[in-house]
């Protein structure tokens, strides 16, 4: 799964959402299990989560993980 792309400004849902919630890097990554830079990963679109990660980024989120991520393609 990848982060889908907001906009044209390199923002995504994954940060917009963190960020609207006032939920530090840190805080998410130990709600959801994970060290901070996969989260600094993920927000940057350098790390695809599994959708096991993803489920928990969302539900910790409040979000659906279609709001936040889209599938990639294998070519």
């Not at 409040?62 to 991520?69: A, D, G, I, P, Y």
């Amino acid at each position: 799964m990848a982060v889908r792309e907001s906009d044209a400004t390199g923002s995504n849902p994954v940060r917009e959402c963190r960020k609207v919630k006032r939920v530090t890097q840190a805080e998410l990554a130990e709600a959801v299990g994970v060290s901070r830079q996969t989260i600094i990963a993920v927000e940057r679109g350098d790390y695809s989560p599994s959708v096991y990660l993803a489920i928990r980024i969302a539900r910790t989120l409040e979000r659906s993980v279609e709001e936040l991520f889209t599938l990639e393609e294998e070519s």
